[in-house]
């Protein structure tokens, strides 16, 4: 079954990209990487998702290695209201809707 | 409603009691999902539901929790004879079919405490 693996914690300094890594290497091949984001007291939020290409919207820009086994989120400048733990996710199998979400990376950024 | 709402915010159960955790989703969202998130994890998946047939219990822990939505809107997670282990925070999220995880909307959870 796919899974993921994330750093525990990292750091940023404010206004300064941060990059978060994720390991997806049994992802399957036809499969979408998704990240969220869950600030504190709160539901899990979507960020963005991509299958091959790099991708980009409002909130973050998502590179994935052109074997699939990883991808970076890139929050391009970090502010405090972005200190969340992040979660990049897969599906356990390649049918239903059972997605693994593992115990993320707690960014904090700091001023 | 803008959300999906989750109530009660907290709850806290003696050990053995029968607990019910309610999930309002977002109207016309077909795609309900709950999750258990135990304290410094992430959300481990529970249950899913297209209307009101549930399609995917392999993440209900034990025999002691169930979950249904009898109209296909509304959902309650029941778990019966609580556990100390059972304590965790319990997140309902809908989506709208055929959608991946990018179409989900989680609600605020319940913090269920065993005592």
């Known amino acids: 079954d796919a899974k993921t693996t994330q750093p525990t914690s990292m750091d940023c300094a404010e206004g300064r990209a941060a990059n978060l890594p994720c390991n997806h290497s049994?992802?399957?091949?036809?499969?979408?990487v998704y990240w969220y984001r869950q600030i504190h007291s709160q539901g899990p939020q979507y960020i963005i998702h991509g299958l091959k290409n790099n991708e980009t919207n409002e909130m973050a820009s998502l590179i994935i290695t052109e074997d699939r086994k990883s991808s970076t989120l890139i929050l391009p400048h970090a502010t405090l209201r972005d200190t969340a733990v992040y979660y990049c996710?897969?599906?356990?199998?390649?049918?239903?809707?059972?997605?693994?979400f593992g115990p993320g990376t707690r960014l904090s950024v700091l001023p | 409603g803008a959300g999906v709402s989750q109530s009660p915010r907290y709850k806290v159960a003696k050990r053995g009691q029968d607990v019910a955790l309610r999930c309002d989703p977002i109207s016309g969202h077909v795609s309900l999902f709950w999750y258990q998130q135990a304290l410094g994890q992430g959300p481990e998946f529970l249950t899913y539901?297209?209307?009101?047939?549930?399609?995917?219990k392999s993440g209900l822990p034990s025999d002691r929790f169930f979950a249904e939505r009898p109209e296909g809107s509304v959902s309650t997670l029941k778990i019966q004879r609580t556990q100390q282990e059972d304590s965790a925070v319990y997140l309902c999220?809908?989506?709208?079919?055929?959608?991946?995880?990018?179409?989900?909307?989680f609600g605020s959870g319940t913090r269920l405490t065993v005592v």
């Open positions: 996710i897969v599906r356990v199998t390649n049918y239903g809707q059972n997605f693994v």
């Open positions: 539901f297209q209307n009101e047939a549930q399609l995917d």
């Open positions: 049994t992802i399957s091949g036809n499969e979408y």
């Open positions: 999220a809908s989506s709208q079919p055929g959608q991946g995880a990018d179409g989900y909307t």
